[in-house]
């Protein structure tokens, strides 16, 4: 090619190169809006047609026994959660200690309590007294199992521990993730083993952490509903209690399904505000560049 | 009981197995108050093992390390060495002060709290008086305008200044490298060097693991070559580098 033949070509290409652009098509995009509303109509139409008393919805939604149900599922939630992070933590620790019979405890803790079904575990615990009828330091303080075992504790028991040995395996995964020089640097600054996990290892394994755990907080909002069947008073519990009176199932179930929606809505706007708060340090931030101060090699 | 001496580090027969690998055989080293001493030595000689034993990352198989006539890691009794608590050990661990090759700064903290944690957390320090006392030190490593950074958006040789300003934050007897300016890009090792330097022309104590030559004949006043897991030589700059050692004249003709 001569010379002006190449510029020719350039000149040609510079012209293609500043053509009006157009994105593709999205017809699938659309194709795809279209089902996806027609699925909605159908199953909308269906309900507004079906044999469900709009009213008795309406009338419960914002009943006291319906609200007393709410609390009590919230308040488990984080009764349970608390309970599954405080003994998972430990067994976390427990697990990457030296100290054998602990790492043992941890493994033991964590197969037990991951091998039986929540359900069965809420009546183990519920029905306690058939095997410890009391309960205390021997000489000291007894009570009667019976007493103290409520439905209450007997789900916060239940169902935290039981969480607690998915907790454990998530920490763990968390404190191994995070890189063994970051332990040696703390240790090189002269901190103890506690301050060096509660410092260093655990604030940098949250990154890790939150996420499956946030994830362990939204199904617990969904396990209390195990409870009703140790007939603690969470919001399942109310609304059967509601419908094997007056019949209206359907209506009930509406009603708590609506409220578990909201409690789920707002704790997942929650997660992402904690993850972001634990992910600084991790996110590149931009700042502005400044001359560089350059030093004389010494080599 | 063993006598005081003069050492700030003194180490007697260090030998560390990892497995069947011995990567430290019957090593000692001595370094004087104020004196600037460099490892050298081909990869997998056992100079980071030499010097991880001298802090106690390492739990050396055989032999003791005393820093500042204090036994590190061990309590001297009736002719036994009973093995000190963490807690005991990491309050001895305050006197060395340790920079890494890959800088391990507190990637949650910025650039200021990397500095203040060690003498807020360990020392006790207030917080007010950490901060004006690191601010302070990021000056001295020529870093004041970095110090909200988080470690993440600073260079390597930054990361390296902040780290041995953190080390400086403890105040510490001695100060140990394990090949600091090894992880850096070519460009940004002098910066890391130069803040080396003047530490030294301060007089602070120095072990220093390192490829850098130049930076070796400049600073060291001593320099021990290591070759799988022993002290080859140990003696003066011009000493080590015009050795006739073969072993030594290898491995400094290919560095050199």
Not at chain 1, 159 to 179: K, M, P
Not at chain 1, 274 to 291: N, Q
Not at chain 2, 105 to 130: C, K, Y
Request: charged share 20%; with cysteine.
């Amino acid at each position: 090619m001569t010379a002006e033949g190449l510029t020719a070509a350039v000149d040609t290409r510079s012209q293609v190169a500043a053509f009006e652009r157009k994105k593709r098509p999205v017809i699938v995009q659309w194709a795809t809006a279209v089902v996806a509303i027609a699925f909605l109509v159908f199953v909308v139409v269906g309900f507004i047609q079906g044999n469900i008393n709009w009213s008795t919805v309406g009338q419960y939604l914002f009943s006291p026994a319906v609200f007393e149900g709410l609390l009590n599922t919230v308040w488990m939630t984080f009764l349970a959660m608390g309970i599954a992070i405080v003994v998972g933590t430990g067994m976390a620790i427990m697990r990457i200690t030296p100290n054998a019979v602990l790492q043992r405890v941890s493994k033991f803790y964590i197969w037990f309590f991951r091998g039986i079904p929540q359900l069965l575990q809420l009546y183990l615990w519920y029905n306690l007294a058939l095997i410890f009828p009391t309960l205390g330091i021997p000489g000291v303080l007894s009570v009667n199992t019976i007493d103290i075992m409520t439905p209450l504790l007997a789900t916060a028991l239940g169902l935290g521990l039981c969480q607690a040995a998915y907790v454990a395996e998530v920490v763990r995964a968390g404190i191994i993730s995070v890189d063994q020089g970051q332990v040696e640097a703390a240790e090189s600054i002269g901190m103890k083993y506690s301050q060096v996990l509660a410092r260093v290892v655990l604030p940098q394994a949250m990154r890790v952490i939150i996420p499956p755990v946030g994830n362990y907080f939204i199904s617990m909002v969904k396990l209390t509903s195990l409870a009703s069947a140790i007939q603690f008073s969470e919001m399942l519990y109310n609304v059967q209690t509601i419908y094997f009176v007056n019949g209206q199932v359907m209506e009930l179930l509406i009603v708590a399904a609506f409220w578990y929606l909201i409690v789920i809505t707002v704790l997942t706007s929650v997660q992402g505000r904690i993850e972001t708060y634990f992910s600084k340090g991790t996110v590149r931030t931009v700042t502005k560049k400044k001359p560089k101060n350059r030093h004389k090699t010494g080599a | 009981m063993r006598e005081s001496n003069d050492y700030i580090v003194d180490a007697r027969n260090i030998t560390k197995d990892f497995g069947d690998f011995r990567a430290l055989d019957d090593v000692s080293l001595q370094v004087k108050q104020g004196e600037v001493v460099c490892i050298l030595g081909p990869s997998g000689s056992g100079k980071s093992t030499l010097l991880r034993c001298l802090n106690h990352l390492e739990r050396p198989n055989e032999g003791a390390v005393w820093i500042d006539n204090d036994l590190i890691g061990y309590k001297e009794e009736n002719g036994v060495l009973r093995e000190l608590s963490s807690a005991a050990l990491a309050k001895q661990r305050t006197k060395l002060a340790m920079v890494f090759q890959r800088f391990n700064l507190f990637g949650h903290r910025t650039a200021l709290e990397n500095v203040t944690e060690g003498p807020v957390q360990v020392l006790g320090v207030s917080q007010a008086e950490a901060k004006r006392k690191a601010l302070e030190l990021l000056k001295r490593v020529g870093l004041s305008d970095k110090a909200k950074n988080y470690p993440n958006a600073l260079s390597g040789g930054q990361q390296q200044r902040v780290a041995i300003a953190r080390a400086l934050s403890m105040e510490p007897t001695v100060m140990l490298f394990d090949e600091p300016t090894s992880a850096l890009d070519p460009e940004l090792v002098g910066e890391v060097l130069h803040v080396m330097k003047s530490l030294a022309q301060s007089g602070m104590t120095m072990v220093v693991v390192t490829h850098e030559i130049g930076f070796a004949r400049e600073v060291a006043d001593r320099i021990v070559f290591m070759d799988e897991g022993k002290v080859v030589l140990d003696d003066t700059v011009t000493e080590v580098l015009n050795s006739t050692n073969p072993r030594a004249r290898d491995f400094l003709d290919a560095v050199l």
